[in-house]
């Protein structure tokens, strides 16, 4: 993983399982999905990898969303 924080949207999910243990990388993805307003209902069935992905992706739209207003 780079050290520029804008590409923090290359983190894979098994990046944070390395660096922070199973358990955590967990509590840190539901982080991220709670503060975008992710339902956990909507994504529970999605592998961690893929969940991960989707809060990046909206995390980079709702971005793009705030700096045209």
Avoid at 12 to 24: A, V
Avoid at 52 to 58: A, E, G, H, R, Y
């Amino acid at each position: 993983m780079k050290n520029n924080a804008v590409s923090f949207g290359d983190l894979e999910f098994c990046e944070l399982e390395d660096r922070f243990g199973s358990d955590n990388a967990r509590v840190i993805l539901r982080t991220l999905e709670q503060f975008e307003g992710i339902t956990e209902r909507h994504v529970a069935k999605l592998s961690f990898e893929d969940r991960l992905n989707n809060v990046m992706s909206v995390m980079k739209d709702n971005i793009r969303y705030q700096t045209r207003h």
